[in-house]
C-alpha cells in the first residue's frame, strides 16, 4: 500500500509515492519537464494560472502510475506542499477568478511597509511575529485596491495548496500555518488575524475554515478521481507550505533543529518554541507544521536569494559542462581563494541585508594570479559565508543551534561548500537524500498524529553522509571575516 505527495513549485510539480508502513521512496516524477511559464504583466509582478498546476497534477498522477505499474487501489492517503506566501481567489463556484499571484511577485511591498509604519512594531512584533511585508495578507489588499471587479467577487481567498486540495475534495479550507505564512495569524490570541484583515478593509468572512496540517481535510471526489486516477474517497491527510515541509522532510521538528537548502536560493528554518523576537526585517516567523496553540512550534526562516543561482551564473559564463569540474577546480586552490572574495548578491534585494541590493561581485581580481579555480573557489566560499551571516543573524536573535540538516541537493554536495558552512558553525551537517513530494507523501501516512513515531522512522532512512567540522578551524574564520568587511564596507557605501 502506497501514500501519494505533492509539491506544487512555481517551476513544475513534484509527485511521490511511498510505501505506507516503512515510509521508503518507491517513486518520484517532475510534471511538467519543462519549466512552467510565470507571467510578469508589470516589471517585478508574476502570476500563474492555478488551473495550470491543477493539469500538471491530473497529468503526472497518471503518468507516475502507468510507468509503475501502481494499481491505483493501493493508494491509501495524499499529502500536499506548495510554494508559500501565493494569493489564489475563487467565487462561490469555486473557480478560480485571476491568476495567482505567487511568492516572487512585489506588487505589494509598498502596501506592507506602510502597514508597518501604520501599525507599528509594537502591535504587529508580539501578535503576528512578523512585519506585514509583501506577503498574502498585502497581495490582498493590492486586489482590492486595484481590482474591485474582482474582490466583490471573492468567495474565499486561499494559499497554492489549498487551492490543489479544493480541486482534489470541493472543500474549501486552510491551515494555520498557512495563514501564518500570509501574515494572517495572530500568535498571541492564537487565532485568526481579523484586526490584520480590518486594517486592510478586508472582510473577514473570505478567509476559510481552519484544519490542522495532520488531520483527514476532505475525500478525492469522483471527479477528481477521473482527473487523476486516484481512488476515488481516499483523505488529504496532509499539507504545509514548501519550507515548514521541507523542514518535516529533513526530520526538522524539535527546537534547536536548522534545515539547510542550497538550491537556487538558500534558506535557514530554524525550530524553537519561543514568542519574542527582535528581528522581524531580516527573517521571518511562521508556524510549523507541528504548531499548535498549545505548543507554539514557530520556524524562523532566513532566505540568501544569492545562493545557487551565483554558482550557476558562473558555470555558464565559464562554460563548464558540470558542477562535479567546478568543484574539483575550486578544491585545488587554498581556503580564501588566495585574497579574491565573492560577494553572491546578484538575484534581487536580500531581506537578511534590510532588503539593500549590493549585486553580485568579485572583490580583489588579480589578474596575474587568479584563475577559474580561484573564481570557482570564491564563489562556493561567498555562498557558504553567506550561510554563516545568516546564522549569525539568528543566533543573535537568540535562536538555539544543535542540529543541522540539508537536502543532497546541488550545493550541499560539495564537501568544499558543506566543510566550510559546518566548520564556521562548529557543528556537523547530516546530509539527506529526501524531497519535498517525499515528505508530503510520508506525513499522508502519519498514523494517529503521531510525530514522535514519525520522526523515529525518518531518521533511520534517508541519511547519506555527515559533514563534520575542521576542528582546526582558524583559516575559514580568518576568510569569512574578510569576506564579512568587505561585505559591510560594501553596505556602507550604498548608504551614500
Request: with cysteine.
Amino acid at each position: 500500500m502506497y501514500t501519494i505527495g505533492y509539491d506544487v513549485g512555481s517551476s513544475s510539480i513534484k509527485i511521490a509515492l511511498v510505501e505506507a508502513k516503512t515510509h521508503k521512496k518507491v517513486a518520484v516524477i517532475t510534471e511538467p519537464q519543462q519549466e512552467m511559464p510565470i507571467h510578469a504583466p508589470q516589471s517585478d509582478w508574476a502570476e500563474q494560472d492555478p488551473n495550470l498546476w491543477w493539469g500538471h497534477v491530473c497529468s503526472g498522477t497518471k503518468r507516475l502510475l502507468k510507468e509503475n505499474n501502481i494499481d491505483p487501489k493501493h493508494i491509501l492517503a495524499v499529502g500536499i506542499s506548495y510554494q508559500m506566501h501565493g494569493l489564489v481567489l475563487v467565487d462561490k463556484n469555486h473557480q478560480s477568478l485571476r491568476n495567482a499571484i505567487i511568492w516572487c511577485d512585489s506588487r505589494a511591498v509598498e502596501i506592507g511597509e506602510n502597514a508597518a509604519v501604520a501599525l507599528g512594531e509594537a502591535k504587529y512584533g508580539p501578535y503576528l511575529f512578523n512585519a506585514p511585508g509583501n506577503f498574502t495578507a498585502s497581495k490582498l489588499k493590492w486586489v482590492k485596491e486595484h481590482e474591485s471587479e474582482v474582490y466583490e467577487k471573492i468567495h474565499h481567498y486561499m494559499l497554492p495548496g489549498d487551492y490543489i486540495a479544493l480541486q482534489l475534495t470541493g472543500e474549501i479550507a486552510t491551515t494555520i500555518n498557512g495563514l501564518s505564512e500570509g501574515i494572517l495569524w495572530d500568535y498571541k490570541e492564537k487565532k485568526v488575524a481579523d484586526w490584520m484583515l480590518a486594517h486592510y478593509g478586508i472582510d473577514s468572512a473570505l478567509t476559510p475554515p481552519v484544519v490542522s496540517n495532520f488531520e483527514d481535510q476532505g475525500k478525492v471526489t469522483e471527479q477528481a478521481s477521473i482527473a487523476t486516477g486516484l481512488p476515488k474517497n481516499i483523505p488529504i491527510r496532509y499539507r504545509a507550505g514548501d519550507q515548514p515541509n521541507n523542514a518535516l522532510s529533513l526530520n526538522i521538528l524539535k527546537p534547536g533543529e536548522v534545515a539547510a537548502t542550497g538550491g537556487t536560493s538558500g534558506v535557514l528554518f530554524a525550530v524553537s518554541e519561543r514568542e519574542t523576537s527582535k528581528e522581524f526585517y531580516r527573517v521571518n516567523h511562521f508556524a510549523h507544521v507541528n504548531y499548535t496553540p498549545a505548543t507554539p512550534t514557530i520556524g524562523t526562516l532566513l532566505c540568501i536569494n544569492g545562493a545557487g543561482i551565483q554558482y550557476s551564473w558562473l558555470r555558464k559564463m565559464s562554460q563548464i559542462s558540470e558542477f562535479s569540474e567546478m568543484n574539483e577546480k575550486a578544491e585545488q586552490v587554498p581556503i580564501g581563494a588566495e585574497g579574491l572574495i565573492n560577494l553572491p548578491f546578484g538575484n534581487g534585494a536580500e531581506r537578511m541585508l534590510y532588503n539593500r541590493t549590493p549585486g553580485a561581485q568579485f572583490c580583489n581580481l588579480n589578474l596575474n594570479r587568479h584563475h577559474q579555480g580561484h573564481l570557482c573557489r570564491a564563489a562556493l566560499e561567498g555562498i557558504a559565508f553567506s550561510f554563516a551571516y545568516g546564522m549569525e543573524i539568528m543566533q543573535e536573535d537568540n535562536l538555539t543551534i544543535n542540529v543541522i540538516r540539508a537536502g543532497n541537493d546541488n550545493l550541499f554536495r560539495s564537501s568544499l561548500f558543506s566543510t566550510t558552512v559546518a566548520s564556521l558553525l562548529g557543528q556537523p551537517i547530516e546530509i539527506f537524500d529526501t524531497t519535498g513530494a517525499i515528505g508530503a507523501a510520508r506525513a499522508a501516512g502519519i498514523e494517529n498524529k503521531n510525530l514522535e513515531l514519525f520522526s523515529a522512522q525518518l531518521a533511520s532512512l534517508d541519511k547519506v553522509a555527515e559533514i563534520q567540522p575542521i576542528a582546526s578551524n582558524e583559516p575559514y574564520v580568518i576568510a569569512y571575516n574578510h569576506w564579512k568587511k568587505t561585505l559591510e564596507t560594501n553596505l556602507n557605501n550604498l548608504k551614500h
